[in-house]
């Protein structure tokens, strides 16, 4: 089973910019689709960002543009970088894995998840 740990996340203000990281250890990130999930205070899990194994991505309209989500196979490594950071971005955002190659933006498809980093954009 992949183990994923998020780092990156922190304070900035609208307009700004932050790269999140997913580093995967236990398995090889090239074998999952992997996803970035965020989940706001009273809010539900929202899909942000899928990237599989081909290295194909989709996202959810509101940060097409905006955010790109890559992979480092060499260094086991899924990244989320976002820019022109809005108020309502707030959240904690997760990675997630799942093992295989349907790769849906529905955080019940996914089986293995990180603890999160926190993201503040404020004005």
């Known amino acids: 089973q992949v183990q994923l740990v998020e780092s990156g996340g922190g304070s900035v203000q609208a307009g700004g910019s932050l790269r999140l990281s997913c580093a995967a250890s236990?398995?090889?990130?090239?074998?999952?689709?992997m996803a970035w999930f965020r989940q706001a205070p009273g809010k539900g899990r929202e899909g942000v960002a899928t990237?599989?194994?081909?290295?194909?991505?989709q996202y959810t309209p509101s940060v097409r543009g905006r955010f790109t989500v890559s992979v480092d196979n060499a260094k086991n490594t899924v990244y989320l970088q976002m820019n022109s950071l809005k108020l309502e971005e707030t959240a904690m955002y997760y990675c997630?894995?799942?093992?295989?190659?349907?790769?849906?933006?529905?955080?019940?498809?996914?089986?293995?998840w990180g603890q999160g980093t926190q993201v503040t954009v404020s004005s």
């Open positions: 990237i599989n194994s081909g290295s194909s991505a």
């Open positions: 997630a894995a799942r093992s295989s190659s349907y790769c849906p933006l529905v955080a019940g498809n996914f089986g293995a």
């Open positions: 236990g398995s090889t990130v090239s074998n999952y689709c």
